[in-house]
């Protein structure tokens, strides 16, 4: 019989945590059973492999995340839901460094997979953080990958302890954010001068 009290849900949650502490790849079933208190062959019980707890952590990994910045952005638009959005991934990116890279190392199942949903609800909190700038239709997609690009690219770097430099990180996180709503606002004003003229 099934441990009382653990179930999918308990698992991959305490698999998330277990994978902020040790690293996505440090974590592992054996380690995952030894927190649980209980043998590893119970855990099978409830995740069919250890690629299936990674899944599972991913699909908490993209739904948290897209809560975090939907609350953060709740009442705001333009810069201070550019900023407030931002400040609030980075948070839940350096104190969950382990399930966020769950949700970067995961692939899609089929068209079934809770995964599409989770990563569809990032990309619409993520659009809620531009809407603000008026942005077109046909231009929103390629300000939506430079805003992904450049925030996961800051906070995966900051989370692993990769800026050495002596100067303020926070700082440069400002002056990123600065820099992003700088041009997403010239864009707005004249969106011409990133579209070859047209």
Known sequence: MPRAGLDRTTVTAAGATLADEVGFTGLSMALLAERLGVRTPSLYKHVASQADLAHGIAVLSMNE???????????????????????????????????????????????????????????????????????????????????????????????????????????????????IDLGLRVHEADPSHLSGGR
């Open 65 to 179: 995340l897209a809560d975090t910045i939907r609350d953060a952005i709740q009442g705001r638009s333009g810069r201070e839901a550019l900023v407030a959005g931002a400040q609030a991934m980075r948070a839940w990116v350096l104190a969950h460094p382990g399930r966020y890279a769950a949700g970067n190392a995961a692939a899609v199942r089929g068209p079934d997979d809770p995964f599409i949903p989770a990563v569809q609800r990032v990309l619409a909190s993520w659009t809620a953080m531009l809407h603000g700038y008026h942005l077109d239709p046909d231009q929103e997609i390629h300000a939506l990958r430079m805003l992904r690009s450049m925030l996961h690219g800051f906070t995966t770097l900051e989370a692993a302890g990769s800026f050495q430099i002596a100067a303020d990180v926070d700082v440069s996180f400002t002056w990123m954010l600065n820099f």
